[in-house]
């Protein structure tokens, strides 16, 4: 990767939205990162390359310390000057009917690896005083979600934590901001224009 252009990571790049948004960095100037848990991330790496931009792909469990551990190394020490996280899941079902290892999972993945990660990235960001977040709420985060009720409540707090998060950072030139998609259809491409 080129260390005088500007970098990106995105996560959850495989599809939807954060496919959407890493398509986007490239139109901005940005080489890119990204990362998915789904072999699919390769082939997005390959249909972004071009145009001077450099993208590196890895699938990693970003619900783990480890998985987040292994997105931080790729960076190698560069410079990240934008930070997209966008990894996400959701199980629909009652939540006493769901598998709670799989709805754990959703709480790992939408919580635990996102914070984890943009405490490694946002540290680095904070001690240059440059840089972007920027985190994918929910709209879903202000309804009590029925049917989706893990789903809700982890966009519930990816919500507050952006709005608090952007006030602790006020005074630098690290911007955060939350991204509130609506309902959308599933794997629908035609998020951002």
């Known amino acids: 990767m080129s260390a005088t252009r500007l970098l990106a990571i995105v996560t959850g790049a495989s599809t939807g939205i954060g496919f959407e948004l890493a398509k986007r960095c490239t139109k901005e100037g940005y080489d890119l990162l990204i990362a998915a848990d789904e072999t699919e991330i390769e ?11 450099e993208v590196e792909a890895l699938e990693a469990n970003l619900a783990t310390t480890e998985g987040v551990d292994r997105l931080y190394a790729a960076v190698k020490g560069r410079q990240v000057d934008a930070l997209l996280a966008n990894a996400g899941r959701g199980l629909g079902h009652g939540f006493l009917d769901q598998d709670f290892e799989k709805a754990r999972g ?9 914070i984890y990660l943009i405490h490694k990235v946002g540290n680095e960001m904070r001690r240059r005083n440059s840089g972007r977040i920027l985190i994918t709420g929910s709209i879903a985060g202000f309804t009590p979600g029925s049917f ?16 608090a998060l952007r006030e602790e950072l006020k005074d ?8 509130m998609p609506g309902p959308r259809r599933r794997n629908s ?5």
């Open 43 to 53: 082939k997005v790496a390959t249909s972004l390359r071009g145009g001077g931009t």
């Open 189 to 193: 491409s035609a998020v951002l224009k």
């Open 148 to 163: 989706q009720a893990v789903y809700n409540g982890t966009k519930a707090f990816l919500n507050s934590f952006s709005f």
């Open 106 to 114: 959703v709480v790992d993945t939408n919580i635990t690896g996102t």
């Open 172 to 179: 630098t030139k690290v911007t955060v901001t939350c991204l």
